[in-house]
């Protein structure tokens, strides 16, 4: 318990204290696999865009669709 | 409590100046470029220091990324342009299965060494945090211009700091 | 019971579906690519429905093409030929054909992390026309580990309906806020979140009827009455897992509810495997359940039972399950002239749907004892794709 009290506030020292931030956990470098194509979460965006039409235009729900951009930063 | 504090404090310190430690190792604009070995395709250990004395242009790329592949051509052009001024470029390659990049290669051929980062130690060392990233080194292997990304066109700002370095 | 001479449009829930179709286009070019320009790439489909009496077919086109560093400029062309003999037809009038035509066009701007979009739509029917624009801005953050893009897109409809020249106006705006994170080397998570909001004086369609007892035995139709406003809200969550012999598993899920007093949820889980160098298979199984609206009813007691009345089947509580297959085929790579890649693509999903409180009245029998409706439909698709 008191080990755990230690260790978060040296967590939080350390990201208010501004000598260490949070880094980027997966390196711009280690993205081989999230660049794979078929990780991209909308390969088809004429197909996709299709099905969401062809359930928008029988099913009440409408919205969050997805693909709303973003992604692996693996440029 | 006293004792936990002085804890804390040691902890602190300690994750303080383990953190200072590693940056201060690592690549930055300006200090020496920190020294590598890597395995290249031809097989053979290539070592930075060898390449005292010439410029040398260090890109970071990989076979699955875009920017990188739509840069190799123009580094291709850059490095037959000046390589007989005392300019080499280390394609160093981060795929995690380097035949990727072999078979890449196969394709869109290129003349300068690359190398395999596998284990990307060499990354880490450089902090790459973009792809690709590009250093150009003096012949003093100081470490002096810093590229992230790739955009077409920025091929002729490498030419020129090239140019600079190669008349120094 | 009357039967109406009318002509019954029954491809669209709701107005919205047309200019989503668009919405969709517009952001789904966008995704793993915030800080890079989307690529050069030209499809064309040919898209197919077949189920519950309504068939559509028709061509779907996507170009776009970058120029100079910043800028990429696109253009669809969609259009739908349906030929409609559905359940809502066949009660209250006759089988029709008609077309429509969707087309937009649109911008994205890139500049250091940040991709703004800029899109423009216009849908043509015989008694129906929208526009709607859309913009988007999304940026990546936290060493490409991140991207936040927030979206607003505002939709303007003419409503009609053949034979009478009055039309109607709806007002529509959607807020998007959607978050992309890089979990691990092989997880990717998604979080969408948008609110829509319509107003106009036919939010139903214009064609669809209640129908009501008169007797024991007997029942009429008359028009439907909606409420004037409609506002909802969809929170979508999606993860995409890497599996080290390369492939991926992603799964999905949607929580939905509108002012209506609808809420829907659906889930999605799904298999992507490539084969060889040039295969990509991809399997799914996608369930979406909703709950009816406060003023739905299979059978209203009397005439004007209510302030409100819907007998719209996508109203009423109801149930699908999709299972969904694809193959991909890509050629020439390098070796086509100024084409770097092509791609050959075919999918089909089969969709039932399964209705809890909409009975098909065409079956006969006492009224309110008639079988739950209840249909499939099959979607396919095959589509050539051009990387250049």
């Not at chain 1, 990201?15 to 390196?27: A, F, H, M, Y």
């Not at chain 1, 999230?34 to 979460?41: K, T, V």
């Not at chain 3, 406060?294 to 009397?302: E, N």
């Amino acid at each position: 318990m008191r080990h755990s009290v230690i260790f978060m506030l040296v967590v939080i020292a350390l990201i208010g204290s501004g000598c260490s931030k949070i880094e980027p956990w997966v390196k711009p470098y280690e993205r081989d696999r999230l660049a794979d194509p078929i990780m991209s979460f909308s390969r088809d965006p004429v197909s996709s865009s299709y099905l969401h039409h062809v359930y928008q235009a029988r099913e009440a729900a409408r919205g969050a669709e997805g693909g709303q951009g973003g992604g692996c930063g693996c440029n | 409590m006293n004792t936990n504090y002085k804890r804390l404090l040691t902890a602190l310190c300690l994750t303080g100046a383990m953190l200072f430690a590693s940056t201060s190792q690592a690549a930055a604009v300006g200090g020496n470029a920190p020294d590598f070995t890597l395995k290249s395709k031809d097989g053979n250990n290539i070592k930075l220091n060898e390449y005292r004395g010439d410029v040398v242009m260090i890109n970071f790329w990989a076979s699955w990324c875009g920017p990188c592949r739509q840069e190799m051509p123009a580094l291709e052009q850059l490095y037959s342009k000046y390589k007989d001024l005392g300019f080499v470029i280390l394609g160093v390659n981060l795929d995690e299965d380097s035949n990727k990049a072999i078979a890449m290669l196969d394709k869109t051929s290129v003349s300068f060494p690359i190398l395999f980062d596998e284990t990307k130690q060499v990354s880490k060392l450089y902090n790459v945090s973009a792809m690709p990233t590009t250093f150009l080194l003096d012949r003093n292997g100081k470490l002096r211009y810093l590229h992230k990304a790739y955009k077409p066109g920025y091929e002729h700002k490498y030419a020129k700091q090239i140019k600079t370095l190669v008349r120094e | 019971m009357v039967l109406k001479a009318a002509k019954v449009v029954d491809v669209a829930v709701t107005r919205t579906a047309r200019h989503c179709l668009a919405v969709g286009l517009l952001l789904l070019n966008t995704v793993c690519q915030a800080a890079i320009l989307p690529e050069d790439r030209a499809d064309a489909m040919y898209h197919s429905y077949d189920g519950g009496g309504i068939e559509i077919t028709g061509p779907s086109i996507l170009v776009r093409k970058q120029i100079g560093d910043s800028f990429s400029v696109y253009g669809t062309h969609y259009v739908d030929t349906i030929s409609s003999a559905s359940i809502d037809v066949i009660a209250t009038a006759s089988p029709y054909a008609e077309e429509r035509t969707e087309n937009s066009i649109g911008v994205d701007y890139l500049r250091d992390k940040v991709t703004m979009s800029l899109a423009y739509t216009n849908s043509e029917e015989n008694d129906f026309h929208a526009k709607s624009l859309h913009l988007g801005v999304s940026q990546e953050i936290f060493g490409g580990m991140t991207t936040v893009s927030l979206g607003y897109s505002r939709g303007w409809d003419d409503v009609g309906t053949l034979g009478n020249p009055e039309t109607f106006d709806t007002d529509r705006h959607n807020y998007r806020l959607g978050l992309s994170q890089v979990l691990t080397k092989d997880l990717i998570m998604e979080i969408g979140l948008e609110t829509i909001t319509d107003e106009g004086e036919r939010l139903n369609n214009p064609y669809r009827q209640v129908r009501y007892l008169t007797s024991a035995t007997t029942f009429d139709f008359q028009d439907e009455v909606y409420p004037n406003t409609r506002t909802s809200n969809a929170v979508s969550l999606r993860a995409k897992y890497f599996l080290p012999y390369r492939a991926a598993l992603h799964g999905e899920y949607r929580w939905f509810d509108d002012t209506w007093g609808i809420t829907a949820q659906n889930f999605e889980i799904g298999y992507t495997q490539p084969l060889k160098d040039n295969w990509t298979f991809d399997v799914k199984v996608r369930s979406y359940k909703q709950n009816e609206a406060d003023f739905y009813s299979d059978l209203f007691p009397f005439q004007d039972a209510q302030n409100f009345l819907a007998r719209d089947k996508e109203m009423s509580s109801f149930s699908t399950l999709t299972v969904g297959a694809g193959v991909s085929y890509e050629f020439g790579k390098g070796n086509l002239g100024f084409i770097d890649k092509g791609s050959l693509n075919f999918s089909i999903n089969h969709i039932e749907f399964e209705y809890d409180n909409f009975r098909d009245v065409t079956a006969g029998g006492t009224p309110g004892s008639e079988p739950l409706y209840r249909f499939d439909a099959d979607v396919v698709q095959f589509f050539i794709s051009l990387w250049y």
